[in-house]
């Protein structure tokens, strides 16, 4: 094996809810990420990294034994399998299938049970995908309970009378309402975890390519939230143009040919810009441009 190919980054990318989520991401971050209808080994436009479609639940076992040097997994699904100390943590990518919070694992009962908190299911049965990390907030509470694994649609195992109460994962509760359910307590907060094998992590030449791409991912997300606006600024306003504009650092003010304007370029937060412009032009800005970033470091 020649040290090129003995340097080569195997990527382990998330397989399903976070599938599309994730290859959107890294193409922000620089990286083409191409599936293929009948295999589950994508092309992507890196000659350092080859790439494997895994389930989520199996990709910190695959990091962990080495068949994978670096991949992105759930950070429940890290805790749940008992892979959390035995592969490097490399950082934590708050995004989910629908936004850029974290998902919540949450006890839900049925809307009309009595049941108020995890002390009053004693004694009763929970359904969920995920029994080990279930099993040890129960325990940790001093509660009882009977734990059993659920094969999906798990809040319907209340509707149907075949559990007491769920464990189940939540974006928004939309979907845990909608059957009637009603949460009664957090049992952890999840996102997705960029994760490394050990021994990859310590050879030099994997490592900087791991470091590269957590940079360059790190920097795509934090993009998410930002646009970058640019105007013409008369000189006469400008201390009170600049008094409006938040920035990362501080905005950039350039002179143009006509000396009674200047260029003024900066960072904001994308939420506020829809109330910033309007009051960027009433202070006399010119020629007020919006655009968005893919990557901001």
């Given amino acids: 094996m020649s040290a090129e190919t003995a340097s080569i980054i195997k990527l382990g990318v998330p397989k399903g809810s976070l599938e599309e989520a994730t290859i959107n991401l890294f193409e922000r971050a620089g990286w083409k990420i191409r599936k293929h209808a ?9 000659p350092e990294i080859t790439a494997s479609l895994c389930r989520v639940q199996e990709i910190g ?9 670096v991949g992105i997994t759930g950070l429940d699904w890290l805790f749940e399998r008992g892979h959390e100390a035995r592969v490097e943590r490399i950082a934590d990518l708050v995004y989910s299938k629908t936004s850029n919070r974290p998902c919540r694992w949450v006890l839900a009962v049925a809307g009309d049970a009595p ?3 995890a002390e ?9 995908e995920l029994e080990g990390l279930t099993r040890r907030y129960f325990a940790q509470k001093g509660v009882d309970v009977d734990v059993f694994y659920s094969w999906g649609a798990t809040e319907a195992k209340v509707v149907e009378g075949l559990a007491d109460g769920i464990v189940e994962v939540t974006e928004t509760g939309t979907t845990i309402r909608a059957h009637g359910l009603r949460i009664i307590d957090e049992v952890m907060l999840s996102y997705p975890v960029l994760i490394a094998n050990k021994e990859a992590w310590k050879d030099p030449r994997k490592r900087a390519k791991i470091e590269q791409l957590n940079l360059l991912l790190q920097g795509a997300l934090r993009a ?21 504009l938040p920035s990362l650092n501080s905005p950039t003010v350039s002179p143009l040919r006509d000396e009674r304007w200047l260029s003024v370029e900066t960072v904001v937060q994308i939420d506020i810009v829809r109330d910033l412009i309007p009051r960027l032009r009433k202070a006399g800005a010119e020629g007020i441009i919006e655009y968005a970033l893919n990557k901001v470091i």
């Avoid at 009948?38 to 890196?46: A, H, K, S, T, W």
């Avoid at 076992?61 to 040097?69: H, K, Q």
């Avoid at 009053?120 to 049965?125: E, I, N, P, Q, S």
């Fill in 224 to 244: 998410e939230n930002l646009v970058a606006i640019k105007m013409n600024a008369p000189a006469a306003n400008l201390s009170v143009i600049l008094e409006m």
């Fill in 38 to 46: 009948r295999n589950y080994f994508p092309d992507i436009n890196d």
């Fill in 61 to 69: 076992g695959y990091i962990e034994a080495g068949v994978l040097d």
């Fill in 115 to 117: 049941y108020t908190s």
């Fill in 120 to 128: 009053d299911l004693a004694g009763k049965r929970i359904a969920t």
